[in-house]
């Protein structure tokens, strides 16, 4: 079963916007992560929050976690044609002692120059 | 330092027949993870290793797939015999620690099953 969900699915915006995403998930975690997908390339770590965290900023990506709505988001500002790419939530998820990741189906962002 | 590498890149073959697909993690790292990741059901987990041993493999979509980790700088993905529905491109994942840490993940290898 899906555990993070992005939203949008799909975002386009032009050069020197920021980019918004949202993820939502559906039991506590203990961290959430934010990866991020080029085209026909594996995932890159971007940034961890921990769930007693509530904000953390790393160059232009700020993420912020509310663990009683079970949401997260991902700005991205300033943005480049270079961000082009799909983002991706994970949570993880204690399952019988094995603690793995749980990733989100992604969100889709276009920047267009 | 080297990445997670993977091989081969690019795989094409017939139903029927035999795969297997290689990972080399990055060295240090103890746990690692191969995922599958296709249109319709986004990025899955198979199977996952902490110390060369299989910790959880629930997400092995059947007998046909089987994984081994014989040391701790190598691991294969087997599918015996492959079908066109296997085609997807496999990732494989390395981190540090427990399956929560930060993941490292590999260029990939995209199968096509015809």
């Known amino acids: 079963s899906q555990q993070g969900e992005e939203d949008p699915q799909a975002l386009s915006i032009q050069e020197g916007e920021n980019a918004t995403m949202n993820c939502s998930y559906k039991t506590s975690i203990n961290n959430l992560q934010w990866y991020r997908q080029n085209s026909g390339r594996g995932l890159v770590h971007l940034i961890l929050?921990?769930?007693?965290?509530r904000e953390k900023h790393s160059g232009r990506l700020r993420v912020t976690l509310d663990t009683s709505k079970k949401s997260s988001s991902l700005l991205i500002t300033a943005s480049r044609a270079a961000d082009t790419a799909s983002y991706f939530c994970a949570t993880d998820v204690p399952q019988g002692g094995s603690e793995k990741l749980v990733f989100g189906k992604g969100t889709k962002l276009t920047v267009n120059p | 330092d080297a990445g997670v590498i993977q091989s081969p890149r690019h795989e094409v073959t017939e139903m029927g027949q035999e795969v297997t697909l290689r990972c080399k993690p990055i060295s240090g790292h103890n746990s690692l993870f191969w995922y599958r990741q296709t249109m319709m059901r986004g990025l899955e987990l198979l199977i996952y290793f902490n110390n060369n041993v299989p910790i959880d493999d629930s997400g092995m979509p059947e007998d046909r797939f089987s994984a081994k980790m014989p040391n701790a700088s190598f691991s294969t993905l087997k599918i015996q015999p492959s079908e066109p529905r296997d085609s997807a491109v496999y990732f494989c994942?390395?981190?540090?620690?427990?399956?929560?840490?930060?993941?490292?993940f590999g260029p990939g290898t995209r199968l096509t099953v015809l």
């Open positions: 994942a390395s981190s540090t620690g427990t399956g929560y840490n930060e993941q490292f």
């Open positions: 929050i921990r769930s007693n965290e």
